[in-house]
């Protein structure tokens, strides 16, 4: 089993920035891809980011390109989503997720078997 706990979620004011974190804990980490997505009202859940433990072959959505990155800190088994020049479009609820190591990592919700309890991310204009 893999634990995961997202945090760093809030309100902020379009074109600011914030940084989720997501601690993972359990066995053999190192095996798995690690990826964010989110999930807007009315909407299916889209894939945001993901990279394999070693964060090689990091994808980013076309929508965060260049906005947003994704890293890690394997001492702490926590990955990092930080967000810069936040839109309102990016108002969602943010799911930190491992799945299966492969590369490149997959962008299908499916493909990922653990999940947090996701972490609102609010953008007012």
């Known amino acids: 089993q893999v634990q995961l706990v997202e945090s760093g979620g809030g309100l902020v004011q379009a074109g600011g920035s914030l940084r989720l974190s997501c601690a993972a804990s359990?066995?053999?980490?190192?095996?798995?891809?690690m990826g964010w997505f989110r999930q807007a009202p009315g909407n299916e859940r889209e894939f945001v980011t993901a990279?394999?433990?070693?964060?090689?072959?990091?994808l980013y959505a076309d929508s965060v390109k260049g906005r947003f990155t994704l890293s890690r800190d394997n001492a702490k088994n926590t990955v990092y989503l930080q967000m810069n020049s936040l839109k309102r479009e990016d108002t969602a609820v943010y799911y930190c997720?491992?799945?299966?190591?492969?590369?490149?990592?997959?962008?299908?919700?499916?493909?990922?078997?653990?999940w947090g309890q996701g972490t609102q991310v609010t953008v007012a204009s």
């Open positions: 997720a491992a799945g299966r190591l492969r590369m490149p990592p997959d962008v299908r919700s499916s493909e990922y078997d653990y």
């Open positions: 359990g066995r053999t980490i190192s095996n798995y891809n």
């Open positions: 990279f394999n433990w070693d964060g090689v072959g990091t």
